[in-house]
């Protein structure tokens, strides 16, 4: 077990995960800018998970794992950098941080089981409603701050924060959200500078230290996103002249977009988008900040609304996928539908497992689950393109 963080704590080796659970439908996939684009295959990939005796779902996230001393095209998909991501995932536990049950170490693959966020992804959510307003904005941007604080508490840097990375725990529910995605995550010693110099994350979120290879995390991008909307003035087409501006600190608030915006929210986006680390607000000065502590009017951000729902090739960029929540809801009721016609094979298998399953991490399964996916039924569906990528 010394070849697993804190000697293989969560770590399934009395089972494998096919004997625990019922992988289903593919949810999604990918890897961490800039090296994704270069890949034939994702580094990663995310299928819903049912457990087999309780019936609860769950996403697995299966990553290949090379061997300790094999060189990989992504060095971010290295074996020490897996592990490195399921080191950071094992103690955290917060309501607004996606969390992990367990893993497994199988056939050069780990197997990481994690929270299923039924809702998808908050940019998602926020296209579909009817409405945004800064009461909107602030009740997302606090329990974005809210996750840091945590993270940072606990020695964690995300070093991926944009709001692809923030999920729903439900459907349009913008009062429950969780961080998610710990690919680029590390623990860090107090020396920051001392402890992380890879350059990672997504260009139009990254902050300037960042591209200057030094470390220390920021958070003003998404909350720019929150009232400006995608695409924005800092999302320029040449990542040059983007990462250029970026070290430059070099923003504009005279949009018309923004003169929906309240000056307490300005102010806060102002102090945020700072080049330099030490004069950038922590997430304790954010949290006591006027527009996060003092009522202030909900004022409609109309034009914000419009522009987060995008036009021209956006939007079309948009409408031409399922949502997360389309693919989880079509997943979730594709095991039903196998579960039904199941039945029988379902009732041998929660038999013949009842006495392997982990007793401190198996929770009591919830009032309306679906029944439980037998392998066998698992297996004969058809395969989807990435799981050709194994």
């Not at 995960?17 to 593919?26: P, R």
């Not at 609860?56 to 060189?71: N, S, T, V």
């Not at 909350?223 to 501006?245: I, N, Q, V």
Request: net charge positive; glycine share 8%.
């Amino acid at each position: 077990m010394s070849d697993y963080p804190e000697a293989g704590r969560k770590l399934r080796t009395d089972a494998t995960v096919e004997e625990v659970y019922a992988l289903g439908a593919l949810l999604g996939q990918g890897g961490g800018w800039p090296y994704a684009a270069k890949l034939s295959c994702p580094p990663s990939k995310v299928r819903l998970a049912t457990d087999l005796l309780l019936g609860q779902q769950w996403a697995c996230k299966i990553m290949r794992l090379p061997r300790g001393d094999k060189l990989v095209e992504d060095p971010m998909a290295g074996r020490a950098a897996i592990m490195k991501e399921v080191d950071v995932l094992l103690d955290l536990d917060h309501p607004n941080v996606v969390g992990m049950r367990e893993y497994f170490v199988q056939h050069h693959r780990v197997y990481l089981i994690m929270e299923l966020m039924r809702g998808g992804e908050l940019l998602d959510a926020l296209q579909a409603q009817g409405h945004y307003s800064e009461g909107d904005a602030r009740t997302i941007f606090r329990q974005l701050i809210e996750a840091l604080q945590y993270l940072h508490s606990k020695g964690v840097v995300h070093r991926d924060v944009k709001l692809k990375n923030l999920l729903l725990v439900a459907p349009g529910d913008i009062t429950r959200i969780k961080l998610a995605d710990f690919g680029f995550a590390r623990k860090v010693s107090k020396r920051w500078s001392n402890t992380l110099r890879t350059v990672c994350g997504t260009p139009g979120y990254i902050a300037p230290e960042i591209v200057r290879n030094a470390t220390q995390p920021t958070f003003g991008a998404p909350s720019r996103k929150m009232f400006y909307g995608p695409p924005c003035d800092l999302c320029d087409k040449s990542e040059p002249r983007l990462l250029r501006s970026i070290m430059a600190g070099k923003y504009s608030l005279d949009d018309p977009v923004w003169e929906e915006v309240s000056g307490e929210a300005k102010d806060l986006v102002s102090k945020l988008l700072v080049v330099d680390p030490a004069s950038r607000l922590t997430c304790q000065q954010v949290l006591e900040h006027p527009w996060m502590t003092q009522p202030t009017p909900d004022t409609p951000l109309q034009r914000a609304h419009s522009r987060l729902q995008g036009s021209g090739s956006f939007t079309w960029r948009l409408r031409r996928r399922k949502s997360l929540e389309e693919r989880i809801s079509a997943a979730l009721s594709a095991s039903r539908d196998v579960s039904v016609r199941s039945g029988a094979a379902n009732t041998s298998v929660r038999s013949e497992l009842a006495g392997r399953a982990p007793g401190s991490s198996a929770a009591a399964s919830p009032p309306g689950s679906p029944p439980a996916v037998p392998p066998s039924a698992a297996a004969a569906a058809p395969a989807s393109p990435a799981a050709r990528c194994e």
